[in-house]
T-cell receptor, first 115, second 113 residues
Framework: DTEVTQTPKHLVMGMTNKKSLKCEQHMGHRAMYWYKQKAKKPPELMFVYSYEKLSINESVPSRFSPECPNSSLLNLHLHALQPEDSALYLC??????????????FGPGTRLTVL | AQSVTQLGSHVSVSEGALVLLRCNYSSSVPPYLFWYVQYPNQGLQLLLKYTSAATLVKGINGFEAEFKKSETSFHLTKPSAHMSDAAEYFCAVSYNAGNMLTFGGGTRLMVKP
């Protein structure tokens, strides 16, 4: 099973709302990633968790707050977002082995619209 | 810094024609190379991956790619395009223990009937 699931599929929120995105995998992967993808652009890395610890934060604004409660689950908490944060948010996971070449498996994404 | 260049943001082919999507990387160290496909409003799906075991890599859906070190290229090909191949294709590279992916800008493949 090479499936990464993401919920919700679509999310519309106001600038004062608090919401969360959820990502789950049951492949035994120990690295999980959040990406942001704007229309007609490649994904941009936001955060990386390795063995449930935040290992990379690509200078993402604090209105995005990641959380990794366990090795299978990754959340992205959203608060006070701006309209320019509207995008497709993708989650990915990989084995987490060292040495490079780890294959990342992507979820279907959450389409976020900020009004 | 590592980079990936996909020549041609849009490629249009007729159904049944050869598909060729170009990818060049910049590095003096052999990289790991990936091709992903993204259908509208979906996530990225792995097509194939190069890990130095063989220079010609076969992937899903009839796609294959050849690693050419002398040309620093990893072009994606398919002998005969299907309408269902219409999508966005991303080439990506990783080099180090961090396994971070660097993506090319993407190529939108259009297939004409």
């Amino acid at each position: 099973d090479t499936e990464v699931t993401q919920t919700p599929k679509h999310l519309v929120m106001g600038m004062t709302n608090k919401k969360s995105l959820k990502c789950e995998q049951h492949m035994g992967h120990r690295a999980m990633y959040w990406y942001k993808q704007k229309a007609k652009k490649p994904p941009e890395l936001m955060f990386v968790y390795s063995y449930e610890k935040l290992s990379i934060n690509e200078s993402v604004p604090s209105r995005f707050s990641p959380e990794c409660p366990n090795s299978s689950l990754l959340n992205l908490h959203l608060h006070a977002l701006q309209p320019e944060d509207s995008a497709l948010y993708l989650c990915a996971s990989s084995l987490g082995t060292s040495g490079g070449g780890d294959t990342q498996y992507f979820g279907p994404g959450t389409r976020l619209t900020v009004l | 810094a590592q980079s990936v260049t996909q020549l041609g943001s849009h490629v249009s082919v007729s159904e049944g024609a050869l598909v060729l999507l170009r990818c060049n990387y910049s590095s003096s160290v052999p990289p790991y190379l990936f091709w992903y496909v993204q259908y509208p409003n979906q996530g990225l799906q792995l097509l194939l991956k190069y890990t130095s075991a063989a220079t010609l890599v076969k992937g899903i859906n009839g796609f294959e790619a050849e690693f050419k070190k002398s040309e620093t290229s990893f072009h994606l090909t398919k002998p005969s395009a299907h309408m269902s191949d219409a999508a966005e294709y991303f080439c990506a590279v990783s080099y180090n223990a961090g396994n971070m992916l660097t993506f090319g800008g993407g190529t939108r493949l259009m297939v004409k009937p």
